[in-house]
């Protein structure tokens, strides 16, 4: 692994495991002040270095009828407010050059989509506005091609970059994650992997992503049982009613003793 870094008190490439998780977007500014609650005080019982993601505009939605979020002006505040009152780490997407030092205003993680991982602007633009920077793989992409995006950002003279695995294209619809994918990309740089986007089936629910939310436990236990820094999962209090993601999204219910088996898991990798 190619180098470590804090964002805040999240020690990212160091051997400490952390959490990325939240709701895919911001529904309200009530929602995610009590997400962020709740799973920060899970995080807390168990000892996780937590990052607190929505995103405030997800710009790459199957259907131009589907919610989006408040925009940048509105969420880019929102997210501001919560990080000032609760004292988390944020992460949001980016999807617009212009937008990069808008959000960095606000929340320490710019995290690029995995279908604008290969926009060099984009890229540059993240790195050129101080934060860190999380760049999800594509699904089209190989993971040993994936320094290419990470030396995008580190151009800039910004390394504190970090690589999200999510899945690969397998036929139509559907991903598969490649586990080999984990140790190629962590010789580039510190690794995450999103439990709940591989399991995501694109435009498979008639205009919205589809998704199978029972296999997440069974992929993120073999993922930090082969080797990751952190593990990402959107988690939503009532997944069948969010509106972004929820066939795809973690039920918070479910996310404490997911943590715990994960949490035995990494400590005998980290040892073995």
Not at 132 to 155: C, L, Y
């Amino acid at each position: 692994m190619s180098n470590s870094f804090e964002i805040g008190p999240v020690h990212v490439g160091s051997g400490q495991f952390f959490l990325i998780a939240g709701p895919c977007v911001i529904e309200s500014e009530a929602h995610v002040r009590l997400m962020a609650e709740r799973i920060q005080r899970i995080a807390a019982d168990l000892a996780i270095p937590y990052i607190f993601k929505a995103s405030y505009d997800k710009a790459n939605r199957t259907s131009v009828k589907s919610f989006r979020g408040p925009g940048l002006k509105e969420g880019v505040a929102i997210l501001g407010r919560l990080a000032k009152d609760t004292g988390l780490p944020i992460l949001t997407d980016v999807h617009e050059p212009a937008h990069c030092d808008v959000a960095a205003e606000a929340v320490d993680v710019l995290q690029i989509p995995a279908f604008l991982c290969r926009q060099t602007d984009l890229l540059v633009a993240a790195g050129n506005a101080g934060r860190a920077v999380n760049i999800k793989k594509g699904q089209f992409v190989a993971p040993w091609d994936m320094t290419h995006p990470a030396e995008k950002v580190r151009s800039t003279g910004n390394t504190r970059v970090f690589l999200t695995e999510r899945g690969a294209s397998f036929g139509y619809n559907n991903l598969v994650v490649d586990y080999r994918s984990l140790a190629i990309m962590r010789r580039t740089a510190p690794v995450v992997f999103d439990g709940t986007h591989s399991v995501q089936q694109a435009s498979a629910a008639g205009g919205v992503s589809g998704g199978q939310p029972e296999f997440i436990p069974l992929l993120a236990r073999a993922a930090v049982a082969a080797g990751i820094d952190g593990l990402f999962l959107e988690v939503h209090d009532d997944p069948a009613n969010a509106k972004s993601d929820g066939a795809n999204a973690l039920d918070l219910k479910l996310l404490k003793p997911l943590l715990e088996t994960l949490l035995a898991i990494h400590k005998v990798a980290a040892t073995g």
